[in-house]
């Protein structure tokens, strides 16, 4: 790896670091029964705000695909990270009102969406071909280390000063450090791969199906509805594991505990799966980290109130997803080339997204309805095992990527 392409991938992991999953998304968990306890609200209601900023993130990854396939990506996450920032700081002001919370959750998703690995990581298979696996590890890695320490901060900060003063201070971070790492990208990232004159004068030596032409695949609506149920059922259970905890009577620093392990499982998958997956035929990788999942769910429903076996079920829980992470852009790449990369990517993330938008009000939903999360756990371990052997359908990777213009469909 060059110096350059080594500094584009600190870059990419400061950003995801410091971006909409662990400065927002990680720390909703805890930030739950507070704002709940300070509105006078359900867990349900207070699941709206991440569910709607999930489902705002869904709608605005192939959007930012898209527009970045065309711009450049410079602009795009430049924007998306201001934009961010300004709204998480809206949170600090809240008043009791769903409506306002509903739509500040949307809009911290839609513009957050570029500071996910939606953004960032679609940057990385422009630049690194064989060694791509290792680069989005790495580059994932830093949602790994942001999703342990965000949760744990988060968890002092609203002991002490509250929710709301925790959200300005997350605003801040996300601003100043977001700025930090846009800029060591995109001072070492070559011309071509941010200017869109460049990247028109190349469009032609790209090579893989178009957007609409992905869309017209069984493999593109596999990819899609394995990660829409997987986020939807390890990240509902993920938002709802400190409500979980302290309902088991562990305490509110086992709790934050808990979702910080979450972020070290993140970590370590994330770089591991990286690795693995230059080495290992990617469904197999899936296959595995699904079935993690799976056992991270049987320990919940049995577990006794162990710290232990609760922190233990935290770090499988987090590999399972973390691994998702890194199997998304690495198929996208794979199985449709390089072509329309942006916006196939984007979709496939959007639809991951959309699935972790729905699962904290599911598991809400269901919390309400049985006031025991058993029954959900339970369902989740089974779609964990379902989407394991499902993956395997997508079969071998297309041995090469038809041009601009050519009538081939090799990937079919």
């Not at 996300?174 to 800029?183: E, Q, S």
Request: glycine content about 14%; charged content about 10%.
């Amino acid at each position: 790896m060059t110096g350059g392409r080594r500094w584009i991938v600190i870059g990419a992991a400061l950003g995801l670091a410091v971006g909409f999953g662990p400065m927002f998304f990680s720390t909703a968990g805890i930030f739950l029964k507070p704002m709940a306890e300070s509105f006078q609200w359900t867990r349900a209601d207070v699941a709206l705000l991440p569910m709607l900023a999930m489902t705002g993130t869904a709608i605005g990854a192939p959007i930012a695909g898209y527009v970045a396939d065309r711009i450049g990506w410079s602009r795009v996450i430049g924007i998306g990270m201001v934009l961010f920032s300004l709204f998480v700081l809206a949170l600090a002001f809240a008043p009791q009102s769903r409506l306002y919370i509903a739509i500040a959750g949307f809009v911290i998703g839609l513009a957050g969406a570029a500071t996910t690995a939606a953004g960032y990581l679609a940057i990385l298979p422009r630049v690194f071909d064989a060694r791509l696996g290792m680069a989005l590890g790495l580059g994932m890695l830093g949602t790994g280390v942001g999703g342990f320490l965000m949760p744990v901060v988060a968890g002092r900060l609203s002991g002490v000063y509250g929710w709301r003063v925790s959200y300005a201070v997350f605003a801040a971070l996300a601003l100043v450090l977001g700025a930090v790492a846009h800029r060591i990208i995109f001072a070492n990232l070559p011309v071509d791969d941010r200017g869109p004159a460049a990247q028109a004068q190349d469009a032609a030596a790209l090579t893989g199906a178009t957007f609409a032409e992905a869309l017209g695949t069984f493999r593109f609506w596999l990819i899609a509805v394995v990660m829409f149920l997987i986020s939807m059922i390890i990240l509902g259970g993920f938002v709802h594991l400190a409500p979980f905890a302290t309902d088991r009577g562990l305490g509110g620093d086992v709790a934050a505990t808990a979702a910080g392990i979450v972020g070290a499982g993140l970590a370590v998958s994330r770089v591991g799966a990286g690795f693995i997956l230059d080495r290992v035929f990617a469904p197999l990788v899936g296959l595995t980290a699904f079935i993690l999942g799976a056992v991270g769910f049987v320990i919940l429903i049995a577990m006794p109130n162990s710290p232990a076996l609760l922190l233990l079920s935290a770090l499988l829980l987090g590999v399972s997803t973390g691994t998702e992470g890194d199997l998304i852009p690495y198929m996208a790449r794979k199985y449709f080339g390089k072509r329309a990369l942006g916006a196939i990517y984007g979709a496939l993330f959007g639809a991951a997204t959309l699935g972790g938008a729905a699962g904290p009000l599911v598991y809400g939903l269901a919390f309400d309805r049985f006031k025991s999360y058993a029954p959900i756990h339970a369902a989740s371990a089974v779609v964990c095992v379902v989407c394991a052997l499902a993956i395997l359908a997508l079969g071998r990777y297309p041995a090469e990527y038809p041009r601009k213009g050519d009538t081939q469909r090799i990937w079919r």
